[in-house]
């Protein structure tokens, strides 16, 4: 009923940039929080930034300074432009939404698919 699609990752040399972007569609009523998160091979996933539908946000330290989380509430998507990047920052990015839906009016956690971003040193 609800997808959330990434893109944007690839492979950049460390020091380089790139752009996430996540867009939501189906029967949507509203977005509340728009989020990245991140899952290094062998660990948890990690929360990277998140940004309320008023445009506040909270990055974690690893990431401060660098990325940037912005969205689009008109074309329910959500982006992260990510600077000076490090091999650190490799990992599996994925989206998350807390969206209402037209179906049953409850607001739920959606996660996108994931996409790979490879900084290389």
């Known amino acids: 009923q609800v997808q959330l699609v990434e893109s944007g990752g690839g492979l950049v040399q460390a020091g380089g940039s790139l752009r996430l972007s996540c867009a939501a569609s189906g029967r949507i009523v509203s977005i509340n929080d728009m989020g990245w998160y991140r899952r290094v091979s062998g660990k948890q996933r990690e929360l990277v930034a998140v940004?309320?539908?008023?445009?506040?946000?909270n990055y974690a330290d690893s990431v401060k300074g660098r990325f940037t989380i912005s969205r689009d509430n008109a074309k329910n998507t959500v982006y992260l432009q990510m600077n000076s990047l490090k091999p650190e920052d490799t990992a599996v990015y994925y989206c998350?939404?807390?969206?209402?839906?037209?179906?049953?009016?409850?607001?739920?956690?959606?996660w996108g698919r994931g996409t790979q971003v490879t900084v290389s040193s």
């Open positions: 998350n939404a807390v969206i209402k839906v037209v179906a049953n009016l409850l607001s739920m956690p959606y």
């Open positions: 940004i309320t539908s008023a445009g506040s946000t």
